[in-house]
């Protein structure tokens, strides 16, 4: 192979809270208030005698705007036209979302203790005070850069302490007209781009001022553990599941000696019963990076992605002890794996394999959990979780907005999710397009951000926080633009390799380095509603960065932001090619649905556009991943959705709304997507089956059914077959077959794949069009016999079976849900094992549910099809 660029990748870890309690976060009880309303300074702000006359409580970890909503100062930004009612910031001035904030803690150090204030992330710039007393000598900025003070000798003896932070919105705040990123000018600042508007979102009025990242304090000894890396080595082809050779395990650590004199004693580790120590001396008042003995691993279990093997993870405990005494200790989460990425001379792209092993990367673009920064462990899980439900293996953190935060990656950790995080820079704003909506000209803004060692400095500062997560595949330097190249040449050739030194670090995210496309160059897209037949034929990049569609959610998410009068369905003229569509929706991004409604039938309201919406979204984003998986290695090593999810009530590319409630899109990736799949080629009628596994599957029988509207079953053929590993393998044409059933009214085609026992390992079904292009026989199928039981499997836990009659018609196309019995409203999030089922007469299919139980509910359960009307079905003890 030629360019061949091997690069191992390492490990691990989430910091976590010490066991003895040595760490805690300031989150409850803060003030806060406008600076304009306080002529008072830092000092006398800070002071705990202070009185707070005229403050209101403060939302921390939070923004100006997210303490004003919850303070009912402002209306919901995600619901209807609310948005426009907010002040902007490019109209009010800076100083209207310049706020103070304070906090009032009790703490107060021991003999031979120190303490350490650390905030995560503040928007963008602040001076810190903590009990009358300035902490930072300068005014710090940068959304992305940590700040750590130590503050044992201004804590209090005796009483209460207060902290006290003022918050200055960004430098440019940018004018929010209309194009992406507004005028471009908030890429002049080191901090996220979206907040100025783009093609998914409306501006963000304050552009997330505040302490958005959490607050903490820390205790230790007179020696302070910092920055631990922990990088795996794991040599060879390894296969899941197998007796292993040994793995290296590399561990430094950064060490402070906060004291006057110097200080001895033991940095030791522990990792599945093995002990490595190394004992020194740190000088007073200085920092060290020590090297630990390496350690092999024996027989170690690996970390996998999604699909590929089990996330193993181990416990990683290190301690620095003086005299039997622990000073500091830091817990770790350690996935033992090596990533490498090369070159692919077939399709011309870059190939990324696991553990010697060459993983297909399916992805999604990630934007941001909360688009007003409202993060949390349960959202965080949850939405992780769905792109494990959707057999995804990869997000991409896209550079507009952040790196994402260690509870996210913890979140990847679990379910297997390699991650490609961007640095923050975007084409649209830095540059690489001529745009009438920007401030500036293409040679300006190829300068920003206006300070680039901040910029350095942050990208040091975050690369320490997150590289040690096994999911953290792929660093890349902006999205669809290079970095300014005072900045890029020391991020790639110094900075990450000093403090990395194991991933791939791609330039920018449609760079010639991922892909190179057959015709010259690379790219991304298309975007939009593709004929399903596209995704088959049409070669695209070999590595494609960013393709995606459409992702309306049914009525009872869009009664969720849109007010009443405007639950209007978009009206599509075949005339003009366009569709009427209502002011909300627009005002919420929506992406056109085209004529792909009307093969359904004309939508008669948005209940009815919703409801036939969901066969689009599962029929586009199925046909997207097999279309790509149909071509693996031959075409392509991997493709990455645009996009997955939304932070804000967009009505374009998204799986599962802001709220939590999955479409049809998620179960279309669901199904396209399996590890092991059999699938139809819309364009050439064949049947062919992919196995993204490692395992050569034998003894599989492969069984194809045409179903009339009626019910009528007939078996087009069943003949065993197997599959090698990491292949897709065509079986058999089933033209002629299908072509004379589905002409008048169309047909539903089963394809399924059955183990010796009978058992189903992939079940799909199509629905396939009339002579005509129109589904005109689900436009009168017959209704629905179905019948559906629900029970208890455990606490949390549901178990809901559909049962069909023989004889009877298919029951086509079935939407569960979870319900408040009082409200009607779907409980909210719950995680299917599977939806929009389908079951063929004289069959029953059971999906499994789980969610947080709440004392006091006791939920029924929603069903309804494309030819059942909704039932609520009581749930029964196990």
Not at 126 to 152: A, E, P, W
Not at 294 to 319: A, R, V
Not at 394 to 401: C, D, N, V
């Amino acid at each position: 192979m030629t360019n061949l660029r091997t690069l191992l990748l390492s490990v691990v870890c989430l910091w976590t809270i010490n066991a003895n309690a040595q760490r805690y976060e300031l989150r409850d009880d803060w003030k806060c208030i406008p600076a304009s309303k306080m002529k008072d300074s830092g000092t006398v702000i800070s002071a705990p005698d202070f009185v707070l006359n005229g403050w209101q409580p403060a939302v921390v970890p939070g923004t100006v705007l997210t303490t004003m909503l919850e303070n009912k100062q402002v209306p919901d930004p995600f619901w209807g036209m609310n948005n426009k009612q907010i002040p902007d910031i490019f109209h009010t001035g800076r100083a209207y979302y310049t706020y103070w904030f304070v906090k009032d803690f009790e703490e107060k150090v021991g003999p031979g203790q120190e303490a350490w204030l650390h905030l995560r992330g503040v928007n963008y710039s602040c001076d810190v005070f903590l009990n009358g007393k300035k902490l930072n000598t300068k005014l710090h900025s940068g959304m992305f850069l940590r700040q750590t003070y130590n503050i044992t000798g201004q804590l209090r003896k005796q009483g209460k302490n207060r902290l006290a932070v003022i918050v200055y919105p960004p430098d440019q705040v940018g004018n929010p007209n209309g194009g992406q990123g507004g005028d471009g000018t908030i890429a002049r600042n080191v901090a996220h781009q979206y907040v100025a508007g783009w093609d998914w979102i409306q501006p963000v009025r304050d552009r997330n001022t505040g302490i958005w990242d959490k607050v903490t304090i820390e205790k230790t000894g007179k020696v302070n553990i910092k920055n631990p890396h922990v990088v795996t080595v794991v040599p060879g082809k390894r296969i899941p599941g197998s007796d292993q050779q040994p793995a290296t395990i590399k561990v430094t650590a950064e060490l402070e000696n906060a004291g006057a004199i110097p200080q001895r004693g033991i940095l030791q580790y522990t990792l599945d019963g093995n002990k490595v120590t190394r004992e020194l001396t740190i000088q007073p008042h200085s920092t060290v990076e020590v090297k630990l003995p390496d350690l092999s691993l024996k027989n170690p279990k690996l970390w996998w992605p999604n699909g590929y093997g089990p996330q193993d993870l181990y416990d990683l405990k290190m301690q620095f002890t003086q005299a039997g005494k622990v000073s500091d200790t830091e817990t770790l989460h350690v996935g033992v794996r090596e990533i490498q990425a090369e070159w692919n001379t077939t399709t011309r792209s870059k190939q990324i394999s696991v553990n010697g092993q060459k993983v297909f990367i399916k992805g999604g673009n990630w934007i941001i959990s909360d688009a007003m920064l409202r993060f949390s462990d349960e959202r965080y899980n949850a939405e992780v979780r769905f792109h494990r439900d959707m057999n995804l293996n990869l997000l991409r953190i896209w550079g507009g907005a952040l790196t994402e935060r260690p509870e996210f990656y913890e979140a990847c950790d679990r379910y297997g999710i390699l991650v490609m995080q961007d640095f923050w820079g975007s084409g649209d704003c830095n540059g690489r397009w001529i745009d009438p909506a920007k401030a500036d000209d293409q040679w300006t803004r190829r300068k920003y951000p206006d300070d680039h060692n901040l910029f350095l400095e942050s990208a040091a500062d975050q690369i320490k926080m997150i590289r040690n997560f096994p999911s953290l595949a792929i660093w890349c330097g902006g999205n669809e633009i290079t970095l300014p190249v005072d900045i890029m040449t020391p991020l790639r050739d110094s900075i990450l390799p000093a403090l990395d030194g194991t991933r791939w670090f791609v330039d920018y995210s449609n760079s010639d380095d991922m892909s190179f496309n057959a015709l010259g160059g690379n790219g991304d897209g298309p975007y939009g509603i593709q004929p399903l037949t596209r995704f088959w034929n049409y070669r695209t990049w070999p590595f494609n960065s960013e393709i995606g569609s459409v992702g309306v959610g049914d009525h009872h998410s869009l009664e969720r932001f849109l007010p009443e009068t405007n639950r209007i369905a978009p009206e599509y003229s075949a005339e003009t090619r366009r569709e009427k569509v209502d002011s909300v929706w627009q005002y919420h991004k929506y992406i056109g649905y085209d004529g792909s409604i009307e093969p359904y039938g004309k939508a008669t309201d948005m209940r009815d556009f919703g409801k036939k919406a969901q066969l689009v979204n599962f029929d586009q984003y199925r046909a997207l991943m097999e279309g790509f998986s149909a071509h693996m290695w031959d075409w392509y090593t991997g493709v990455i959705i645009w996009k997955t999810q939304n932070p804000w009530t967009s009505l374009r590319g998204q799986m599962y709304d802001y709220y939590l409630d999955p479409n049809a899109c998620l179960y279309g990736l669901h199904s396209g997507s399996e590890p092991l799949h059999v699938m139809y080629n819309p364009a050439d009628t064949a049947v062919a089956i992919v196995n993204n596994t490692f395992k050569h599957q034998y003894d599989l029988m492969l069984v194809i059914n045409a179903i009339d509207m009626k019910g009528n079953i007939k078996n087009l053929t069943q003949v065993f077959v197997e599959i090698g590993p990491s292949t897709t393998r065509k079986i058999i044409d089933i033209n002629r077959e299908i072509r004379e059933m589905a002409q008048k009214e169309g047909m539903f085609l089963s394809l399924r794949l059955l183990n010796l026992d009978r058992k189903p390992v992939s079940d799909n079904l199509y629905w396939l069009p009339d002579a005509a292009g129109k589904y005109s026989g689900l436009q009168t199928m017959p209704d629905s016999k179905a019948t559906a039981t629900a029970r208890i499997v455990s606490s949390g836990k549901v178990a809901v079976t559909l049962q069909n009659p023989a004889n009877a018609p298919l029951a086509f196309f079935n939407r569960i849900a979870l319900v408040d019995p009082s409200t009607k409203k779907r409980i909210l999030p719950v995680f299917y094992d599977d939806n929009y089922v389908s079951v063929l007469p004289g069959e029953s299919k059971t999906v499994l549910l789980e969610y947080s139980a709440q004392k006091g509910l006791a939920p029924v359960v929603s069903v309804e099809g494309w030819n059942l009307p909704e039932k609520l079905i009581t749930i029964e003890d196990k």
